[in-house]
């Protein structure tokens, strides 16, 4: 009995020992894991974009930019109406047109021309082709437009005049200039010049199938909001749909034809008219304001 308990007293002390040493490994692992540092997170690899860059400018065309006097005048020219500074800039265009052959220099000559021109004429700045003078007892604006031989509208417009006359012994800045025009058919523009200088040039309609006359004609009658009278003899008022006339209509001295407004602009620039030459309407009401009756007026092919 004694020997029996003895053992079995030993047996399970050695389990208890099994137990023990095993529970000492297990947590001996555990502990070594949570010590052992962690591995960073591989990073992954991100393909760099080179930022998108303008393509440069050929050398070559930088080069025969910067060496074409047409295109240095014309940056000269607008830089110069940026200022303020008209006539410098209307100099300028006027070089190039003397003296360029690059189209793109003409372009911008051409369009910078007529924004100056009309900015002086419309204006009171002075220009060369203005006159100053002091209003007189008796003075009427239809009287002063036919003294220098320019319109009532370019008086007002130009000094700023709301009423019929200014006042006795104010001072006026009149353009006394000579206009006259230029048509040509194959271009479908019109040039107005002022003392043979180029003033500002205008896209226009002309007649379908070359149904506008060539030669030499002058601005006989000049209406606002005309009546258009058709073939037939009807008369069309100004306002009716059927008005093809536009807002304004300058009779030439050939009976039937003239230089009027449209109230079709996808004409402009095309033959497609039955003879006359038509424009824009703030174009043709522009052109109105400007030149007076008795302006020269030539077409050409």
Not at 209 to 216: C, I, L, N, Q
Request: hydrophobic fraction near 35%.
């Amino acid at each position: 009995m004694t020997d029996i308990y003895v053992g079995q007293k030993r047996s399970n002390t050695g389990c208890l020992l099994i137990v023990l040493a095993v529970t000492a490994l297990v947590c001996g692992v555990y502990y070594l894991a949570k010590l052992r540092p962690r591995r960073a997170p591989k990073e992954e690899k991100t393909e760099e974009i080179a930022p998108v860059t303008e393509p440069e400018t050929p050398q070559a065309v930088r080069e025969a930019a910067a060496a074409d006097p047409g295109l240095n005048l014309i940056s000269e020219a607008r830089r110069l109406k940026s200022d303020g500074d008209l006539l410098g800039a209307r100099e300028k265009a006027y070089e190039v047109l003397a003296s360029s052959e690059n189209p793109v220099a003409i372009q911008g000559a051409v369009e910078l021309l007529g924004e100056v021109n009309i900015d002086l004429v419309f204006s009171p700045r002075s220009m060369p082709e203005k006159v100053e003078y002091t209003v007189q007892p008796g003075d009427s604006l239809g009287a002063l437009a036919k003294k220098f031989n320019t319109t009532i509208d370019a008086i007002r417009k130009g000094n700023r005049i709301t009423g019929s006359i200014s006042r006795v012994n104010d001072r006026l800045r009149v353009c006394s200039g000579t206009f006259a025009i230029t048509v040509n058919k194959t271009d479908n523009t019109l040039d107005v010049y002022l003392n043979d200088r180029l003033f500002k040039r205008y896209r226009v309609g002309t007649g379908e199938f070359g149904r506008t006359p060539v030669g030499d004609f002058k601005i006989m009658e000049k209406i606002a909001q005309p009546t258009w009278w058709r073939p037939d003899g009807k008369a069309v008022p100004y306002g009716d749909t059927n008005n093809v006339l536009g807002t304004h209509w300058l009779s030439l001295n050939l009976p039937g034809y003239g230089i009027h407004g449209t109230w079709e602009p996808e004409t402009i620039g095309k033959q497609a008219s039955a003879g006359c030459i038509r424009l824009l309407n703030e174009d043709v009401e522009e052109l109105y304001a400007l030149v007076p009756e008795g302006t020269p007026v030539k077409i050409v092919e």
